[in-house]
């Protein structure tokens, strides 16, 4: 079974452009969830989408952005870049929600650099 | 007060050692356990899963819990060189509203 998929792995971007990152959950998932992650913060939790809608929401501005298609893929856009941007940007996705399934599988993550 | 706790290391030790990660945490809203491992340039993996209170055994890995002392353990036995990673604690409320709550994760090396 493959696993989470994230595209691009790598990307140079300069402040004030948009990003947009590409998840494609393990086959059977409903949930997809997005963290971002830096050495100063850890990995913090953006928001997470299921069945097309976004359930919850981090402490992000509104710049950070997401969606969810009805194959369960998941993108997220970051508008108007600025250089505290820069992070591994995490996909998970789980099977659903509620008890029981709480576990995530992460996929290798999105190293976004902001120049 | 951070919600969760965990000292970053790095936390060198010799193959075979017994290792012991912890985690603190403040909100006593959290039920479920979780801890990951992260190899470099890679996601994270569910290394144990936990609900509660309590020990959980997996191999050469216990993950306890003791809600009363807001405190979460992971111990490794016999431990291997390809322990050597970032390992990190997740904690989630009932409900998952607010999704996972990350410890900002300990670097562990094994000394061969």
């Known amino acids: 079974k493959a696993g989470v998929t994230q595209t691009p792995r790598y990307l140079i971007k300069t402040r004030g452009q948009q990003v947009t990152l590409s998840c494609s959950p393990i086959s059977g998932h409903r949930s997809v969830s997005w963290y971002q992650q830096t050495p100063g913060q850890g990995l913090q939790f953006l928001f997470e989408?299921?069945?097309?809608?976004q359930r919850n929401k981090g402490n992000f501005p509104g710049r950070f952005s997401g969606r969810q298609f009805s194959n369960s893929r998941s993108e997220m856009n970051v508008s108007t870049l600025e250089l505290g941007d820069s992070a591994l940007y995490l996909c998970?996705?789980?099977w659903g929600r509620g008890v029981g399934n709480e576990k995530l599988f992460f996929g290798s993550g999105t190293q976004l650099s902001v120049l | 007060q951070k919600e969760v706790e965990q000292d970053p290391g790095p936390l060198s030790v010799p193959e075979g050692a017994i290792v012991s990660l912890n985690c603190t945490y403040s909100?006593?809203?959290?039920?479920?356990f979780m801890w990951y491992r992260q190899y470099s340039r890679k996601g994270p993996e569910l290394l144990m899963y936990?609900?509660?209170?309590g020990n959980k055994e997996d191999g050469r890995f216990t993950a306890q819990v003791d809600k009363s002392s807001k405190y979460i353990s992971l111990f490794i036995r016999d431990s291997q060189p390809s322990d050597s990673a970032t390992y990190l604690c997740a904690l989630m409320a009932g409900g998952g509203a607010d999704g996972l709550t990350f410890g900002k994760g300990t670097h562990l090396i094994i000394q061969p």
């Open positions: 936990t609900y509660s209170s």
């Open positions: 998970a996705s789980s």
């Open positions: 909100n006593s809203a959290f039920q479920y």
């Open positions: 989408y299921f069945s097309e809608t």
